[in-house]
């Protein structure tokens, strides 16, 4: 019994450090602003959104020019040729 309310004690204190450190760091967050990697991810999600609009931008068929000439993919009548195959070994 004693040994239940010792890790139940023991979690709550975890808990309460946990909370603490995290209040602590937000309240440097707001003091001192941003760290740089907070930073860099804001720079990273400006990036990701500029490079989508781009493809936005190059998906649209209207800027979109043809490349390949008018015969390419054409179709072109062929015929099959048929091989004998006969056994020449005696």
């Not at 004693?2 to 890790?7: G, N």
């Not at 760290?35 to 649209?60: F, G, H, L």
């Not at 054409?74 to 040729?81: K, L, S």
């Amino acid at each position: 019994m004693f040994k239940l309310i010792f890790f139940v004690v023991l979690f709550f204190i975890l808990m309460f450090l946990l909370l603490g450190v995290s209040f602590l760091r937000g309240l440097k967050t707001l003091i001192f602003g941003g760290s740089n990697r907070e930073r860099q991810n804001q720079q990273r999600r400006q990036y990701s959104q500029q490079q989508q609009s781009n493809r936005k931008q190059q998906d649209n068929p209207v800027s979109r020019k043809k490349i390949f000439t008018k015969d390419v993919g054409e179709y072109v009548d062929y015929e099959e040729v048929k091989e004998d195959k006969t056994d020449s070994a005696t």
